[in-house]
Nanobody, 122 residues
């Protein structure tokens, strides 16, 4: 039973910050690229960010570049998404996903978490 579990979502005001966590159980994340996706009502799922297994390569969607930072702590078997300067358009369910190769992971991940809700509203 391989699982990815997201946490850290919630309700924040515009301009606020959240730190999402993606924790793995049943397997080790060391050799997996990890991506964050989001899906808002009425919109297609969007690949937000991704980090390579080594941590040496990252991807950010233009919509979040400069505001979101992805990082990983393999000792804790966890990947993080630090989000600052949040906007209402960031409101979505955020999912983490794991795969081999960060571009391939953005296209077709092997493992999915169940999502955490982020709501940015005044």
């Amino acid at each position: 039973q391989l699982q990815l579990v997201e946490s850290g979502g919630g309700l924040v005001q515009p301009g606020g910050s959240l730190r999402l966590s993606c924790a793995a159980s049943g397997f080790t994340l060391d050799y997996y690229a990890i991506a964050w996706f989001r899906q808002a009502p009425g919109k297609e799922r969007e690949g937000v960010s991704c980090i390579s297994a080594s941590g040496g390569s990252t991807f950010y969607a233009d919509s979040v570049k400069g505001r979101f930072t992805i990082s990983r702590d393999n000792a804790k078997n966890t990947v993080y998404l630090q989000m600052i300067s949040l906007k209402p358009e960031d409101t979505a369910v955020y999912y983490c996903a794991a795969g081999k190769g960060y571009i391939a992971t953005l296209r077709a991940p092997n493992y999915w978490g169940q999502g955490t809700q982020v709501t940015v509203s005044s």
